[in-house]
């Protein structure tokens, strides 16, 4: 089980998390949403030159960590650009990014981008994906575009698994700036002559979403864990830890919101813009309920594997 | 983690299957064989020097690392704390002796308790100090070669089967209350205790009123300095930093309903089925952050803001499970002793759990100290 990344993934991650600061940090989010055709310099200038295209998450443990890690760190800084999909790509070559669909409704936020999608659908089939016109502006869609699907083979399981693990990630990383911001604030603004976190109702607040985003951190390793070590149950173990995101992410996002006030939903708060680009990842595939329903399908009355429940048939 | 702590748990399994009776809720029922059962199961612990696993091997241990405590911690839980009052002795009292203790009080205190033979209650709170534990009035005055103790202790979990008290009072009036206070180790026996059993909506009662009208206490049952009670109790609050692993027994009852429903199973609403799955998801959520503190343990540090994270999802999975459990326990029909025995235990769970963002600390009390260390100056 993994209880922390390994140095070598966390170096990366910090390592990147500057870089992206140091590309311009929260304006890259602006700055492409003004120009929606800047979003895919975004791979090419920032992210590339970090390397993050030439990891592979299949090639051993440690780039599979490394891959989680770039993800927390694109994560934090709302950067509007797949780089989960891209990191979780099939083996083979053939395409350039995997997202995981909901069939009746494929979407993803790949407006924009010229890359070779490929989408998979939670029973296994595999499917080259285009996106498809008829996406609203970025403003509103945060570039999520429907997709129209070519069924082409079958994805892996743990492929599958990946396509969701690695969005918890980034989702990861928006939820740990959202706690900062909102600690920021709650430190800086003062009313009635004292700061807002001198307040129990605002301290208890805070906590109620670090606990959420404490959560996430430890399901996130135990998913990553899953699939370092192949086991039968990563898709299981993969859609658990996306219920507990999504959940986690209405806490965080919902209190981030209330500490901050009106400020918090006007576009020169980081908050506005970090809270906005996460919806697409919570939202799909699947949101709360429906990720619930498919994990209950999955594991029937086996449960989930822990300490009272055998290890799923391969 | 490992093979170690593979080989301990499935010892512990073993011996739970062989020495505790199918459907046993604790050792505080209103059946006294059930206590019984709880002293024999730790003589037989104390046998394979697994009821004190943490202690260095010359009292009585195996110097178990945090990961085999662990252990330890999830099966007895889960199997309803087949230890009884034990765990108190073995967690905390003993420890804190070893460390603080005279020569003579540890070869007085250390053997019996790895033995499994004392049991010891905790007077710590009061009607007045609750988690604002150092405002305690039950005080100590010095009256030649002894101390006179007078006051009331509350929520003091067996008292009434206790041989031993571990007692925090105060010796002095200080400006600032946490100072002036001493731990003593009174005997349950001494003239002047009296206990009153507490009847609680939790089950079959462990908690008491203690009195204590003018009961002499020697010198030499003063543990620490006089005057050094509170940094001791935050010693002893350390000990129990990952505190009990509610997690376990969740998970376990969880993992039990499918089985004791069977082929009724998916007959559950999906949207049931769904909220057991969700908790499935918590509990393993719990579990990890437990892991997250003992791994930091292992490590020799403390972040004590993961310890109240831990807590906080803890205690709230063992109210929400509960609630969960209860729905599915109405969709058993009791007409096999499995499924009257899942009953019985979740009607259990569900009654203790109501207790669970109270007891040892409360849930508020971890906010509070969750919050100093998100908000503090960085």
């Known amino acids: 089980m993994i209880l922390e990344l390994g140095a070598e993934a966390l170096e990366f991650g910090r390592s990147s998390w500057r870089a992206i600061q140091a590309a311009g940090g929260d304006e890259l989010v602006r700055a492409v949403e003004s120009d929606p055709s800047r979003r895919s310099q975004l791979g090419e200038s920032v992210l590339g030159p970090l390397g993050a295209f030439d990891i592979d998450p299949w090639g051993s443990p440690e780039e599979l960590e490394a891959a989680a890690a770039l993800c927390r760190s694109v994560g934090y800084w709302g950067v509007p650009y797949p780089v989960e999909a891209r990191l979780g790509r099939p083996r083979g070559g053939r395409f350039d990014a995997l997202v995981v669909v909901a069939e009746a409704a494929p979407a993803a936020a790949g407006a924009g981008l010229r890359l070779r999608w490929a989408a998979a659908g939670l029973d296994g089939v595999l499917y080259s994906a285009t996106p498809r016109a008829g996406g609203d502006q970025p403003r509103r869609s945060a570039f999520v575009c429907p997709l129209a699907l070519e069924a082409v083979g079958t994805a892996q399981p743990l492929e599958v698994a990946l396509a969701l693990v690695l969005p918890c990630w980034t989702l990861l990383g928006m939820l740990d700036r959202a706690v900062a911001l909102a600690g920021q604030h709650v430190l800086g603004r003062r009313q009635f002559d004292q700061p807002l976190a001198s307040f129990q109702g605002v301290q208890f607040q805070l906590t109620e979403a670090e606990v959420e985003r404490l959560g996430v951190e430890e399901l996130a390793k135990y998913a990553l864990w899953s699939l370092q070590t192949g086991r039968p149950e990563a898709v299981d173990d993969a859609l658990a830890l996306r219920l507990a995101a999504i959940e986690a992410a209405e806490t965080v996002f919902r209190v981030a919101h209330q500490l901050h006030g009106a400020i918090g939903f006007c576009d020169e708060t980081p908050l506005s813009w970090l809270s906005r680009y996460s919806v697409p990842i919570r939202r799909l595939p699947l949101g709360a309920s429906a990720t619930r329903s498919e994990l209950t399908a999955r594991i029937g009355g086996r449960g989930l594997t822990g300490l009272y429940s055998p290890p799923a048939s391969p | 983690m490992g093979a170690q702590?593979?080989?301990?748990?499935?010892?512990?399994?073993?011996?739970?299957?062989?020495?505790?009776?199918?459907?046993?809720?604790?050792?505080?029922?209103?059946?006294?064989?059930?206590?019984?059962?709880?002293?024999?199961?730790?003589?037989?612990?104390?046998?394979?020097?697994?009821?004190?696993?943490?202690?260095?091997?010359?009292?009585?241990?195996?110097?178990?690392?945090?990961?085999?405590?662990?252990?330890?911690?999830?099966?007895?839980?889960?199997?309803?704390?087949?230890?009884?009052?034990?765990?108190?002795?073995?967690?905390?009292?003993?420890?804190?002796?070893?460390?603080?203790?005279?020569?003579?009080?540890?070869?007085?205190?250390?053997?019996?308790?790895?033995?499994?033979?004392?049991?010891?209650?905790?007077?710590?709170?009061?009607?007045?100090?609750?988690?604002?534990?150092?405002?305690?009035?039950?005080?100590?005055?010095?009256?030649?070669?002894?101390?006179?103790?007078?006051?009331?202790?509350?929520?003091?979990?067996?008292?009434?089967?206790?041989?031993?008290?571990?007692?925090?009072?105060?010796?002095?009036?200080?400006?600032?209350?946490?100072?002036?206070?001493?731990?003593?180790?009174?005997?349950?026996?001494?003239?002047?205790?009296?206990?009153?059993?507490?009847?609680?909506?939790?089950?079959?009662?462990?908690?008491?009123?203690?009195?204590?009208?003018?009961?002499?206490?020697?010198?030499?049952?003063?543990?620490?300095?006089?005057?050094?009670?509170?940094?001791?109790?935050?010693?002893?609050?350390?000990?129990?930093?990952?505190?009990?692993?509610?997690?376990?027994?969740?998970?376990?009852?969880?993992?039990?309903?499918?089985v004791v429903l069977a082929e009724r199973w998916a007959g559950l609403g999906e949207d049931l089925r769904g909220r057991w799955a969700r908790m499935l998801v918590h509990a393993r959520r719990a579990r990890l952050l437990a892991y997250r503190v003992v791994d930091t343990q292992s490590r020799g540090q403390v972040r004590p803001a993961d310890a109240a994270a831990y807590r906080i999802a803890v205690t709230r999975l063992d109210q929400e499970s509960a609630e969960v459990l209860v729905e599915i326990a109405g969709s058993v029909a009791p007409d096999t002793p499995e499924a009257r025995r899942f009953c019985r235990a979740v009607e259990d769970h569900c009654r203790y759990s109501a207790a669970a963002t109270v007891a040892s600390g409360s849930v508020e009390m971890q906010r509070i100290l969750m919050s100093r260390s998100l908000l503090a100056p960085r």
Not at chain 2, 78 to 105: D, F, K, L, S
Not at chain 2, 206 to 223: G, M, Q, R, S, T
Request: glycine share 10%.
């Open chain 2, 5 to 258: 702590v593979a080989d301990l748990r499935a010892r512990l399994r073993e011996l739970v299957r062989s020495e505790v009776p199918e459907g046993y809720l604790g050792a505080f029922s209103d059946d006294p064989a059930d206590l019984e059962v709880a002293q024999r199961f730790c003589r037989t612990l104390a046998d394979e020097q697994l009821l004190c696993v943490a202690w260095p091997p010359e009292w009585g241990g195996r110097g178990a690392s945090p990961w085999e405590q662990t252990a330890v911690r999830e099966e007895m839980w889960a199997h309803h704390e087949p230890r009884g009052a034990q765990y108190m002795g073995v967690n905390w009292v003993g420890p804190t002796i070893m460390r603080h203790g005279t020569a003579e009080q540890q070869s007085r205190h250390l053997p019996g308790i790895a033995r499994g033979e004392v049991i010891w209650c905790q007077g710590f709170s009061e009607p007045d100090a609750g988690s604002d534990l150092a405002s305690l009035r039950t005080a100590a005055r010095r009256d030649g070669e002894v101390w006179r103790v007078s006051g009331q202790k509350i929520w003091t979990s067996y008292a009434t089967v206790a041989q031993w008290c571990f007692l925090l009072a105060r010796t002095s009036s200080e400006e600032k209350k946490q100072r002036g206070l001493t731990i003593f180790l009174v005997p349950m026996s001494a003239p002047g205790i009296v206990v009153r059993p507490i009847q609680t909506m939790l089950g079959p009662h462990h908690l008491n009123e203690v009195f204590f009208d003018d009961v002499a206490v020697p010198d030499a049952d003063v543990l620490g300095g006089v005057g050094d009670g509170w940094n001791v109790v935050q010693e002893v609050l350390s000990f129990e930093r990952v505190g009990i692993a509610r997690y376990a027994r969740c998970e376990r009852l969880l993992q039990w309903a499918p």
